[in-house]
Nanobody
Framework: QVQLVESGGGSVQAGGSLKLSCAAS????????MGWYREVPGNQREAVAA???????VYADSAKGRFTLSRENTNTSVILQMASLKPEDTAVYFC????????????????WGQGTQVTVSS
């Protein structure tokens, strides 16, 4: 199995900053995609920022210029630095990863962290 352990989040006033960290562990041969996603009640989960299949980095339009995603620990951890936060950034943020667990099979599975609340007050 694969575990994603998240840390960070919390409450902040508009204009403030927060950091979200996520570490992957378990049976991992290759992490194909890893990043942060967010969900507001009643809406679909949306991608915020992620390292994708070819290694490139993609951001949601709402995150560009304000959020920065980085990798650590041989690419098994990602950190999302969020700045200039707005009330509309309020959501539950989830770390997600698509993982190939063994070199003996091309199968990829998606895993999620438990989610962490980010609340931005005006």
């Amino acid at each position: 199995q694969v575990q994603l352990v998240e840390s960070g989040g919390g409450s902040v006033q508009a204009g403030g900053s927060l950091k979200l960290s996520c570490a992957a562990s378990g049976n991992i041969f290759k992490i194909v995609v890893m990043g942060w996603y967010r969900e507001v009640p009643g809406n679909q989960r949306e991608a915020v920022a992620a390292f994708i299949r070819d290694g490139s980095l993609v951001y949601a339009d709402s995150a560009k210029g304000r959020f920065t995603l980085s990798r650590e620990n041989t690419n098994t951890s990602v950190i999302l630095q969020m700045a200039s936060l707005k009330p509309e950034d309020t959501a539950v943020y989830f770390c997600g990863a698509r993982v190939q667990r063994t070199s003996q099979s091309p199968r990829e599975d998606t895993y999620w962290g438990q989610g962490t609340q980010v609340t931005v007050s005006s």
